[in-house]
């Protein structure tokens, strides 16, 4: 079983759609989790970060955490073309080693 | 946050060659990694880069064909030594801060090996 599972899509919404992204993990002693977008040909950009169950939203985006349940959620509200790239996920025990895993990553397009 | 700056952006190279990528930070950080992504997969963690001392390599990879140099807490390079079409990928350095554990990104060098 791998760490953490990710869909890799490709996912195609119209534009406007509200966008669930979601990663399964299986090693509950992570605590912090984070969600990137990374356009082609470039490097991954830190969208959110979240450490505690629940809801952190900024802006359109909102990174939703359930450590009992171990999944994470990332919402993209009213998405836009522009948002069309790929999410990773990835979570870390930050326990001194600085582990992070990643997801395999999301494939999004938004529709115009 | 911490801006990263990456050179060469992208790099077409022949077999049995090297090259080495330049990684500099806009501020002093403790951790520094470097990542592969190879085409359509995630990230894979080639090593810790450590300043003034060898770096540490994950399993699968070795100082021979990937060494590493961190001279200061704002610099590192990594060579990818005699080059082989496997090696093309992008390679990514990246920075933890270090009391929240956010992963900073630079933009990648993307190499091709022919």
């Known amino acids: 079983q791998k760490e953490v599972e990710q869909d890799p899509g490709p996912l195609s919404v119209p534009e406007g759609a509200i966008v669930s992204l979601n990663c399964t993990y299986s090693n509950s002693a992570f605590q912090y989790f984070m969600w990137y977008r990374q356009y082609s040909r470039k490097g991954p950009e830190l969208l959110m970060y979240?450490?505690?169950?629940g809801n952190k939203e900024d802006g359109r985006f909102t990174a939703q955490v359930d450590k009992s349940s171990k999944y994470i959620s990332l919402f993209i509200r009213d998405s836009q073309p522009s948002d069309s790239a790929t999410y990773l996920c990835?979570?870390?025990?930050?326990?001194?080693?600085?582990?992070?895993?990643f997801g395999t990553g999301t494939r999004l397009k938004v529709l115009a | 946050s911490a801006v990263i700056s990456q050179k060469p952006s992208r790099d077409i190279c022949q077999r049995g060659t090297s090259l080495t990528i330049q990684c500099q930070v806009d501020?002093?950080?403790?951790?520094m990694f470097w990542y592969r992504q190879q085409p359509g997969q995630s990230l894979t963690l080639i090593a810790t880069?450590?300043?003034?001392?060898?770096?540490?390599?994950e399993s699968g990879f070795v100082i021979d064909k990937f060494p590493i140099s961190r001279p200061n807490l704002t610099f590192s390079t990594l060579t990818v030594s005699n080059m082989s079409p496997e090696d093309s990928s992008i390679y990514l350095c990246?920075?933890?801060?270090?009391?929240?554990?956010?992963?900073?990104f630079g933009e990648g060098s993307r190499l091709t090996v022919l």
């Open positions: 979240t450490y505690s169950s």
């Open positions: 501020s002093q950080v403790t951790m």
């Open positions: 880069a450590n300043q003034g001392s060898e770096a540490t390599y």
């Open positions: 990246s920075v933890a801060v270090s009391h929240t554990g956010e992963l900073f």
């Open positions: 990835a979570m870390t025990l930050l326990s001194g080693t600085y582990k992070y895993i």
